[in-house]
């Protein structure tokens, strides 16, 4: 599970340098979770922010990092069991306790330290935890992600947002950009996070989104609450909602919503990727079963090196393969000789007139 990547940070190497920032000692794998009473057991399928961590370390006691793996479940796309007190997640246990951490259904609690020592409102708190099985869990750990990290960038480190006002006045609000990133006078950005050596094309608007060194945002592109990867691309007049790009992965026009698409993947103009069930929830397959989602609003996933073509439509809740290819037969593939030809059929497409 440690190969999975949250905001492009392989999953193990972000879980051990969460645990070392609160000064735990990280061991690596454990044989027999549980016979160390001073140990901390955390899943390698689990993702806890940093606030999170500490949450459960005051009401323990810190000690040694061991990483374990998940336990076989029943199949299904909720994360953890809900309950009238929240969302119980497991994966952080001390010792032999089988305690669990209970956190608000909706995922986020705790607060936020402004470097004054004054706090944040509730609804701006980033404790979040999330267990990885499936692409939709995914999908929500970098989301839920993405909040720590605006914040880290923006109301942590006020003069971030400051500075990026002062170099694009008008153009950028409450943001923070990197060195050797253009921002078209035209554009609009609101909340982000952008890295070094980003290009922000003209009338494009982003906003609450974390964008990676060398990606490239062309002209009249949309992009709200997404992770776009190093070196990734929007094209013109693309769409990018709730979803999350893969480094050197290019969207064409018309783009995705709840989406994720692995690393070094191209999306074809016109390629659709569905993402609304009409009738009820999407439904996906998990653990070689079909189940529900729980929700009526989910895109797709495509997996690393995968190249859709125009044409070509994805329902909600399907999955693409690592190395998958998809072509439209509607595609001419050999060019026709001289003279008049007209098209007769998948079969035999061309004959002369």
């Given at each position: 599970?440690?190969?999975?990547?949250?905001?492009?940070?392989?999953l193990?190497?972000?879980?051990?340098?969460?645990?070392?920032?609160?000064?735990?000692?990280?061991?690596?794998?454990?044989?027999?979770?549980?016979?160390?009473?001073?140990?901390?057991?955390?899943?390698?399928?689990?993702?806890?922010?940093?606030?999170?961590?500490?949450?459960?370390?005051?009401?323990?006691?810190?000690?040694?990092?061991?990483?374990?793996?998940?336990?076989?479940?029943?199949?299904?796309?909720?994360?953890e069991?809900?309950?009238?007190?929240?969302?119980?997640?497991?994966?952080?246990?001390?010792?032999?306790?089988?305690?669990?951490?209970?956190?608000?259904?909706?995922?986020?609690?705790?607060?936020?330290?402004?470097?004054?020592?004054?706090?944040?409102?509730?609804?701006?708190?980033?404790?979040?935890?999330?267990?990885?099985?499936?692409?939709?869990?995914?999908?929500?750990?970098?989301?839920?992600?993405?909040?720590?990290?605006?914040?880290?960038?923006?109301?942590?480190?006020?003069?971030?947002?400051?500075?990026?006002?002062?170099?694009?006045?008008?153009?950028?609000?409450?943001?923070?950009?990197?060195?050797?990133?253009?921002v078209?006078p035209?554009?609009?950005?609101?909340?982000?996070?952008?890295?070094?050596?980003?290009?922000?094309?003209?009338?494009?608007?982003?906003?609450?989104?974390?964008?990676?060194?060398?990606?490239?945002?062309?002209?009249?592109?949309?992009?709200?609450?997404?992770?776009?990867?190093?070196?990734?691309?929007?094209?013109?007049?693309?769409?990018?909602?709730?979803?999350?790009?893969?480094?050197?992965?290019?969207?064409?026009?018309i783009?995705?919503?709840?989406?994720i698409?692995?690393?070094?993947?191209?999306l074809?103009?016109?390629?659709?990727?569905?993402?609304?069930?009409?009738?009820?929830?999407?439904?996906?397959?998990?653990?070689?079963?079909?189940?529900?989602?729980?929700?009526?609003?989910?895109?797709?996933?495509?997996?690393h090196?995968?190249?859709?073509?125009?044409?070509?439509?994805?329902?909600?809740?399907?999955?693409?393969?690592?190395?998958?290819?998809?072509?439209?037969?509607?595609?001419?593939?050999?060019?026709?000789?001289?003279?008049?030809?007209?098209?007769?059929?998948?079969?035999?497409?061309?004959?002369?007139?």
């Open positions: 599970m440690g190969a999975l990547t949250v905001l492009g940070e392989p193990a190497v972000r879980q051990e340098r969460i645990a070392r920032s609160l000064g735990l000692v990280f061991d690596g794998e454990a044989d027999a979770p549980g016979t160390q009473s001073d140990t901390l057991w955390w899943d390698d399928d689990v993702d806890v922010s940093r606030p999170t961590l500490r949450r459960f370390l005051a009401q323990k006691r810190e000690g040694r990092l061991g990483l374990v793996e998940r336990p076989e479940r029943n199949a299904a796309i909720d994360v069991p809900v309950g009238p007190g929240g969302s119980r997640v497991f994966g952080l246990r001390l010792g032999s306790s089988d305690d669990v951490v209970v956190l608000p259904a909706r995922g986020l609690s705790g607060e936020v330290r402004l470097p004054l020592g004054k706090r944040l409102p509730t609804f701006a708190t980033v404790q979040t935890a999330q267990t990885i099985r499936h692409w939709v869990h995914l999908l929500r750990a970098n989301l839920a992600a993405m909040l720590p990290k605006i914040l880290e960038h923006t109301l942590l480190a006020p003069w971030s947002p400051l500075w990026a006002l002062l170099r694009h006045p008008g153009r950028a609000m409450g943001c923070s950009i990197g060195r050797g990133s253009t078209h035209t554009a609009r950005l609101q909340g982000c996070v952008i890295g070094r050596n980003v290009q922000i094309g003209a009338y494009s608007v982003l906003r609450g989104c974390v964008v990676c060194d060398g990606a490239i945002v062309e002209d009249h592109a949309t992009a709200r609450l997404s992770f776009l990867g190093s070196e990734s691309h929007l094209a013109n007049y693309s769409m990018f909602n709730l979803s999350v790009l893969g480094a050197r992965s290019s969207v064409g026009h783009g995705a919503q709840a989406c698409l692995g690393d070094d993947t191209f074809s103009t016109f390629a659709t990727l569905q993402d609304l069930a009409l009738q009820g929830n999407v439904r996906v397959v998990m653990d070689g079963e079909v189940v529900d989602s729980g929700t009526p609003f989910l895109g797709a996933a495509l997996g090196r995968v190249r859709i073509g125009s044409g070509i439509t994805v329902a909600a809740g399907r999955t693409i393969e690592n190395e998958t290819t998809l072509v439209s037969d509607d595609v001419v593939r050999r060019t026709p000789g001289a003279g008049a030809w007209a098209w007769r059929g998948a079969d035999a497409p061309w004959r002369p007139l």
